[in-house]
């Protein structure tokens, strides 16, 4: 049965790309804009981001399999990731602050604690958000069908971009941050404890990882290993994004979305290669990333 | 470099090349352990001892799959206890974490240090090539419960080296596509994971599918991390075909694909049928209901009705939290029941003799079913359809229909099967 | 001769003539294999301890290199070439790759070098993962032939050893060339040594090559030490494990890489018959390292042995601890 042309260049499945894309974006979004947040301000890479998004998405799954309620489960994941965050800062970065491979390299050590105590608890089964917990059914326009629970999760991505945004421009909180960014002293000179600033910009990337772990469960299951693929993705959309711009994540995150989707259907060969190589174009045309400060 | 101050150039220069003089002196005579054991490993032999290290990924990725391997194998001798016709069963674990160079590794403990007689395991396929290689080298038997790799028994098949729980990835998943056929599809759609096992599914199902009339319209492949299935699954919407066959070597994949899948609404709209492990019980905990009525092609059923394999399941049951065995536990007890099958039959026997007599057994009511081997010590053995059903409140992949004495040869000559290349995206057979 | 000279030469020899003699000591060919693991890894790992220690820079892509050279060396033996064929090709490969690497990275330091070797080494492992017809994808190249003359494990044994000797020796010569001392400039304030006419990036690019062929040397030597390769040597996690060796041991120091490399190889490869849980304890060591002996396991050795004698540590052109600089001093882009 041939048909008349490719179905891979069919308009109802271009369209159905674009969402998959988009969709995909939205969800490294949720992850990215934490690991860059935190970049922006306090100038180190968190290797434990995808320790975080980990243990989020377990806890996340877990308490919305027991109650049947994703924001309980999402509630669940962002608290105990949030303590987690919180003691790690307080008890282990603290000691570092200022030397940044230290700071980075601790972090990397967590994230190998973390991933090694989340497999003795929950065990190597992969964890995917329970379908009572999920929006179930799919919307129809015309030929085009796609699922619900995908759009939903394009909109929290949008959501929480509209609320970083406008936290960090028209909130005094936004400005002792965006202070700190550009020069930190000026955060003590407003006579603000940039030591507690720091730890709530750490605990509130790792609370943005949590809500990608859980959100994100229902797209993609939580399974040993992932910390290492997510942080992969994310710092694949933070590097092309330019390090600490927000901006910069949503763009890399619906680009390398649109390109991972489209690439599979297209180039198959090249299929996750393809993430890979605009990094290294961005990287050698613009090294800070398309939103980076070129200082 | 701090200590660099303590020395000058000369000095630093002069002890290096005295070591190396000393190393090249030494080299002309070979150490002690250098000389090749007649005896390749093992004093079990007059101790009654069958010393067994079993190689499996506890940490890492792959830890679910390799813990299942050891839990079905620890469980036969848990039952059955550790002696067979006198002799011992002693085994040790070892964890490579996946990571095929840490597996070289172990076997290398296991075989030098341990002085192990067999060596079990791993599961990966890479890991599986690595080590059969080396066991295979030292004289030491390789059994394998899990993993697929066509080539362990045919292009690298050797005496010493049998598959012993599996099948290789073409023969489990070819009589998939002759039922597909049969039940009257005449166009399919493929999506296998990108490497070897991918590959040998794939052609499995292709094979099984135009040999009796079908005809496979699309491919597609997918790299082996992918979490995100969303466009091949639009892919297989959009190619409309009657059938869809989806590969995943287990783990989360199996889920991952289904989320989109299910997401899609193609779960009423389109035809499918999944492998082993895409629908093993791993997939069944993670999606629950969603699945019920899906098929799958695989060497193992839990859902059977036979004795054995409710006596397994119990068994399994009351030891891990009420759990159902995936094919990975069912891989590893088998590989144990076959051990002391053989041990009952022959008494202590290692070395290629233990090969020899495992391939040369029929074992008439495994948990598989009626297994025998071939010549190159792989399974001849049933293949079952499978259904998702739900039994006593728990959800079971139960046989709809048995292939029995399923080979490797996907209808071809040894011969005429070897001589062609070795499967990949562009040669499916 | 002082003191600390005495222990150190007794020290150095002792550990040679052992590691010459092991072999003969009653040890069986695990041991010598696992110890050549040990040899390859800390060789590897001396090659990132280079760039760490005298160029301040710290690479998370090497272990990507080192496969890229062993992909060279085990495709050539797929071809059916001999020995001297697969060590044209891995140096090849390696030059390349380190190349492009150094070409990319020259005009970087800390973190953003730090992300640019991370990327690239991910693009190394995605050619590997999915030019499958070139790399066998997930399933790598095995049965890779080693040359007849260390067709032996222990003749094997010996060749490694040599090479890690001359090595280390070659990399101490460097260090203590102008070239070194340069780098050890550009490292604690690339500013000043631009405004006195260096040109920093060509100095980073040299620096880069020599690391990146050392590291190409350790892959063609591992790939000649297992027979195969597959996609996992050249994963992030295999170049995270190298900085983990390197501070570990203690960056910028001499036998810091041999330590660390010993400590990882022995965790992964015998711990983990007894205790389950190792990579927590993996990660708990690293973490108390960097918090307590932020100097790493030699380094601070050293510093309690000069404590103990009562001496005034160092004289003022003592290199500072890549992991001690000052935030202040790094710039994202040259």
Same mark, same amino acid.
């Given at each position: 049965?041939?048909?008349?042309?490719? *179905?891979?260049?069919?308009?109802?499945?271009?369209?159905?790309?674009?969402?998959?894309?988009?969709?995909?974006?939205?969800?490294?979004?949720?992850?990215?804009?934490?690991?860059?947040? !935190?970049?922006?301000?306090?100038?180190?890479?968190?290797?434990?981001?995808?320790?975080?998004?980990?243990?989020?998405?377990?806890?996340?799954?877990?308490?919305?399999?027991?109650?049947?309620?994703?924001?309980?489960?999402?509630?669940?994941?962002?608290?105990?990731?949030?303590?987690?965050?919180?003691?790690?800062?307080?008890?282990?970065?603290?000691? !570092?602050?200022?030397?940044?491979?230290?700071?980075?390299?601790?972090?990397?050590?967590?994230?190998?604690?973390?991933?090694?105590?989340?497999?003795?608890?929950?065990?190597?089964?992969?964890?995917?958000?329970?379908?009572?917990?999920?929006?179930?059914?799919?919307?129809?326009?015309?030929?085009?069908?796609?699922?619900?629970?995908?759009?939903?999760?394009?909109?929290?991505?949008?959501?929480?971009?509209?609320?970083?945004?406008?936290?960090? #421009?028209?909130?005094?909180?936004?400005?002792?941050?965006?202070?700190?960014?550009?020069?930190?002293?000026?955060?003590?000179?407003?006579?603000?404890?940039?030591?507690?600033?720091?730890?709530?910009?750490?605990?509130?990337?790792?609370?943005?990882?949590?809500?990608?772990?859980?959100?994100?469960?229902?797209?993609?299951?939580?399974?040993?290993?992932?910390?290492?693929?997510?942080?992969?993705?994310?710092?694949?959309?933070?590097?092309?994004?330019?390090?600490?711009?927000?901006?910069?994540?949503?763009?890399?995150?619906?680009?390398?979305?649109?390109?991972?989707?489209?690439?599979?259907?297209?180039?198959?060969?090249?299929?996750?290669?393809?993430?890979?190589?605009?990094?290294?174009?961005?990287?050698?045309?613009?090294?800070?990333?398309?939103?980076?400060?070129?200082? | 470099? =701090?200590?660099? =101050?303590?020395?000058?150039?000369?000095?630093?220069?002069?002890?290096?090349?005295?070591?190396?003089?000393?190393?090249?002196?030494?080299?002309?005579?070979?150490?002690?352990?250098?000389?090749?054991?007649?005896?390749?490993?093992?004093?079990?032999?007059?101790?009654?001892?069958?010393?067994?290290?079993?190689?499996?990924?506890?940490?890492?990725?792959?830890?679910?799959?390799?813990?299942?391997?050891?839990?079905?194998?620890?469980?036969?001798?848990?039952?059955?206890?550790?002696?067979?016709?006198?002799?011992?069963?002693?085994?040790?674990?070892?964890?490579?974490?996946?990571?095929?160079?840490?597996?070289?590794?172990?076997?290398?403990?296991?075989?030098?240090?341990?002085?192990?007689?067999?060596?079990?395991?791993?599961?990966?396929?890479?890991?599986?090539?690595?080590?059969?290689?080396?066991?295979?080298?030292?004289?030491?038997?390789?059994?394998?419960?899990?993993?697929?790799?066509?080539?362990?028994?045919?292009?690298?098949?050797?005496?010493?080296?049998?598959?012993?729980?599996?099948?290789?990835?073409?023969?489990?998943?070819?009589?998939?596509?002759?039922?597909?056929?049969?039940?009257?599809?005449?166009?399919?759609?493929?999506?296998?994971?990108?490497?070897?096992?991918?590959?040998?599914?794939?052609?499995?199902?292709?094979?099984?599918?135009?040999? #009796?009339?079908?005809?496979?319209?699309?491919?597609?492949?997918? *790299?082996?991390?992918?979490?995100?299935?969303?466009?091949?699954?639009?892919?297989?919407?959009?190619?409309?075909?009657?059938?869809?066959?989806?590969?995943?070597?287990?783990?989360?994949?199996?889920?991952?694909?289904?989320?989109?899948?299910?997401?899609?609404?193609?779960?009423?709209?389109?035809?499918?049928?999944?492998?082993?492990?895409?629908?093993?019980?791993?997939?069944?905990?993670?999606?629950?209901?969603?699945?019920?009525?899906?098929?799958?092609?695989?060497?193992?059923?839990?859902?059977?009705?036979?004795?054995?394999?409710?006596?397994?399941?119990?068994?399994?049951?009351?030891?891990?939290?009420?759990?159902?065995?995936?094919?990975? !536990?069912?891989?590893?007890?088998?590989?144990?029941?076959?051990?002391?099958?053989?041990?009952?039959?022959?008494?202590?026997?290692?070395?290629?003799?233990?090969?020899?007599?495992?391939?040369?057994?029929?074992?008439?009511?495994?948990?598989?079913?009626?297994?025998?081997?071939?010549?190159?010590?792989?399974?001849?053995?049933?293949?079952?359809?499978?259904?998702?059903?739900?039994?006593?409140?728990?959800?079971?992949?139960?046989?709809?229909?048995?292939?029995?004495?399923?080979?490797?040869?996907?209808?071809?000559?040894?011969?005429?099967?070897?001589?062609?290349?070795?499967?990949?995206?562009?040669?499916?057979? | 001769?002082?003191?600390?000279?005495? +222990?150190?030469?007794?020290?150095?020899?002792?550990?040679?003539?052992?590691?010459?003699?092991?072999?003969?000591?009653?040890?069986?060919?695990?041991?010598?294999?696992?110890?050549?693991?040990?040899?390859?890894?800390?060789?590897?790992?001396?090659?990132?301890?280079?760039?760490?220690?005298?160029?301040?820079?710290?690479?998370?892509?090497?272990?990507?290199?080192?496969?890229?050279?062993?992909?060279?060396?085990?495709?050539?033996?797929?071809?059916?070439?001999?020995?001297?064929?697969?060590?044209?090709?891995?140096?090849?490969?390696?030059?390349?790759?380190? +190349?492009?690497?150094?070409?990319?990275?020259?005009?970087?330091?800390?973190?953003?070098?730090?992300?640019?070797?991370?990327?690239?080494?991910?693009?190394?492992?995605?050619?590997?993962?999915?030019?499958?017809?070139?790399?066998?994808?997930? #399933?790598?190249?095995?049965?890779?032939? =080693?040359?007849?003359?260390?067709?032996?494990?222990?003749?094997?044994?010996?060749?490694?050893?040599?090479? +890690?000797?001359?090595?280390?020796?070659?990399?101490?010569?460097?260090?203590?060339?102008?070239?070194?001392?340069?780098? =050890?400039?550009?490292?604690?304030?690339?500013?000043?040594?631009?405004?006195?006419?260096?040109?920093?990036?060509?100095?980073?690019?040299?620096? +880069?090559?020599?690391?990146?062929?050392?590291?190409?040397?350790?892959?063609?030597?591992?790939?000649?030490?297992?027979?195969?390769?597959? *996609?996992?040597?050249?994963?992030?996690?295999?170049?995270?494990?190298?900085?983990?060796?390197?501070?570990?041991?203690?960056?910028?120091?001499?036998?810091?890489?041999?330590?660390?490399?010993?400590?990882?190889?022995?965790?992964?490869?015998?711990?983990?018959?007894?205790?389950?849980?190792?990579?927590?304890?993996?990660?708990?060591?690293?973490?108390?390292?960097?918090?307590?002996?932020?100097?790493?396991?030699?380094?601070?050795?050293?510093?309690?042995?000069?404590?103990?004698?009562?001496?005034?540590?160092?004289?003022?052109?003592?290199?500072?601890?890549?992991?001690?600089?000052?935030?202040?001093?790094?710039?994202?882009?040259?």
């Amino acid at each position: 049965m041939w048909k008349v042309c490719n *179905p891979v260049f069919e308009p109802v499945f271009l369209l159905q790309q674009a969402l998959n894309g988009l969709s995909f974006g939205a969800l490294l979004f949720l992850l990215a804009s934490g690991l860059t947040l !935190v970049f922006g301000l306090m100038r180190i890479i968190n290797l434990a981001h995808g320790a975080f998004y980990m243990v989020g998405g377990y806890l996340g799954v877990v308490v919305a399999t027991l109650t049947g309620n994703l924001l309980l489960g999402v509630l669940a994941g962002v608290v105990v990731v949030a303590g987690t965050a919180f003691v790690v800062e307080f008890v282990l970065l603290r000691f !570092v602050r200022g030397q940044e491979l230290p700071e980075v390299l601790l972090t990397l050590g967590v994230s190998f604690v973390l991933a090694d105590l989340c497999l003795a608890v929950f065990g190597g089964d992969p964890y995917t958000l329970p379908a009572s917990a999920t929006i179930q059914g799919s919307m129809t326009i015309g030929d085009v069908t796609y699922p619900w629970y995908r759009i939903f999760v394009i909109g929290v991505a949008v959501v929480i971009g509209v609320a970083l945004t406008l936290v960090q #421009n028209r909130t005094r909180i936004g400005a002792i941050v965006r202070a700190g960014v550009d020069d930190r002293e000026m955060i003590s000179a407003m006579g603000v404890n940039i030591a507690w600033v720091f730890t709530g910009m750490f605990v509130v990337g790792a609370a943005l990882a949590a809500i990608g772990g859980t959100i994100g469960s229902g797209v993609i299951s939580i399974r040993p290993g992932i910390q290492d693929d997510v942080l992969l993705y994310a710092l694949v959309v933070v590097i092309i994004g330019g390090l600490g711009s927000v901006q910069g994540a949503a763009v890399g995150s619906v680009l390398i979305g649109l390109i991972d989707a489209f690439a599979k259907a297209w180039i198959p060969d090249l299929a996750y290669f393809t993430i890979f190589a605009p990094m290294a174009i961005v990287l050698v045309l613009r090294p800070t990333g398309l939103f980076g400060r070129t200082t | 470099m =701090r200590s660099t =101050r303590m020395w000058t150039r000369g000095r630093w220069s002069a002890l290096a090349g005295l070591g190396v003089a000393a190393a090249l002196a030494l080299t002309a005579c070979a150490p002690p352990g250098a000389a090749p054991s007649d005896e390749p490993a093992g004093d079990g032999s007059e101790s009654g001892t069958l010393k067994v290290g079993y190689i499996s990924p506890i940490t890492g990725n792959f830890a679910i799959a390799g813990q299942e391997m050891v839990d079905g194998w620890n469980l036969f001798w848990e039952i059955n206890g550790n002696e067979v016709n006198g002799v011992t069963v002693e085994t040790i674990v070892e964890d490579d974490a996946g990571n095929p160079e840490t597996s070289l590794t172990k076997a290398k403990k296991l075989v030098e240090l341990d002085q192990v007689d067999v060596v079990v395991g791993p599961l990966l396929a890479n890991t599986a090539l690595a080590t059969a290689a080396y066991t295979s080298s030292v004289g030491v038997p390789n059994l394998h419960p899990v993993a697929a790799a066509d080539d362990l028994t045919q292009r690298s098949a050797n005496d010493l080296t049998v598959r012993t729980g599996s099948m290789s990835g073409s023969q489990m998943a070819y009589p998939g596509g002759v039922w597909a056929a049969d039940e009257g599809h005449q166009t399919a759609v493929t999506l296998c994971p990108d490497y070897a096992f991918g590959w040998e599914s794939c052609a499995g199902f292709k094979q099984g599918f135009e040999q #009796n009339g079908g005809e496979v319209t699309a491919q597609y492949w997918f *790299p082996n991390g992918t979490s995100d299935f969303s466009t091949y699954v639009s892919q297989i919407q959009a190619a409309g075909a009657d059938i869809a066959f989806v590969a995943t070597a287990g783990g989360a994949p199996g889920p991952d694909f289904l989320r989109s899948f299910l997401g899609l609404g193609l779960g009423d709209s389109q035809e499918l049928i999944m492998n082993c492990c895409g629908m093993d019980q791993a997939t069944l905990r993670a999606l629950g209901e969603e699945v019920l009525g899906f098929h799958s092609v695989s060497n193992w059923a839990e859902g059977r009705d036979s004795d054995t394999v409710r006596e397994f399941n119990e068994a399994y049951a009351e030891n891990f939290d009420g759990k159902i065995p995936s094919l990975n !536990v069912a891989g590893g007890y088998v590989t144990a029941s076959l051990v002391a099958k053989v041990l009952e039959e022959n008494g202590l026997v290692t070395g290629e003799d233990l090969v020899s007599a495992i391939s040369s057994y029929t074992f008439e009511d495994s948990i598989l079913g009626k297994m025998s081997f071939d010549d190159y010590h792989n399974p001849i053995a049933p293949v079952y359809i499978r259904e998702v059903q739900e039994v006593d409140g728990k959800l079971y992949n139960v046989p709809i229909e048995t292939f029995p004495d399923v080979d490797q040869w996907l209808g071809k000559d040894p011969e005429e099967a070897l001589a062609q290349p070795t499967y990949s995206q562009t040669f499916q057979g | 001769m002082n003191r600390t000279r005495i +222990f150190g030469a007794t020290g150095i020899v002792l550990l040679i003539g052992i590691a010459v003699a092991l072999p003969y000591l009653g040890t069986t060919s695990y041991v010598i294999s696992l110890v050549s693991t040990i040899i390859i890894a800390a060789m590897l790992a001396s090659s990132v301890n280079f760039l760490v220690g005298d160029g301040g820079m710290v690479s998370l892509g090497h272990g990507a290199i080192a496969a890229a050279s062993a992909y060279g060396a085990a495709w050539a033996s797929k071809q059916g070439f001999d020995a001297g064929m697969q060590v044209i090709v891995a140096l090849g490969v390696t030059l390349v790759v380190s +190349f492009v690497y150094g070409v990319l990275s020259m005009r970087t330091s800390g973190i953003y070098f730090l992300m640019v070797t991370l990327a690239l080494g991910m693009v190394v492992f995605g050619l590997a993962y999915r030019l499958s017809t070139v790399t066998g994808g997930e #399933n790598g190249i095995t049965g890779v032939r =080693r040359p007849e003359l260390v067709s032996e494990y222990w003749t094997f044994y010996y060749f490694i050893l040599g090479a +890690f000797v001359l090595t280390t020796v070659f990399l101490l010569v460097v260090s203590r060339s102008p070239f070194g001392m340069s780098l =050890r400039g550009i490292r604690d304030s690339e500013s000043r040594m631009r405004s006195l006419g260096y040109s920093v990036s060509s100095y980073k690019l040299a620096a +880069f090559m020599m690391s990146g062929t050392l590291a190409g040397f350790a892959g063609l030597l591992s790939v000649w030490h297992t027979h195969f390769v597959s *996609p996992s040597a050249a994963g992030v996690h295999r170049s995270v494990l190298l900085i983990v060796m390197v501070i570990l041991g203690g960056a910028g120091t001499v036998f810091g890489p041999l330590i660390g490399a010993a400590i990882v190889v022995l965790v992964e490869n015998v711990l983990s018959n007894t205790i389950e849980r190792w990579p927590t304890i993996l990660g708990l060591i690293f973490i108390l390292v960097i918090l307590f002996a932020r100097t790493g396991i030699v380094g601070s050795v050293e510093k309690l042995i000069r404590r103990i004698r009562g001496r005034t540590p160092s004289p003022p052109d003592d290199p500072v601890s890549p992991l001690e600089t000052p935030l202040s001093e790094r710039n994202p882009t040259g």
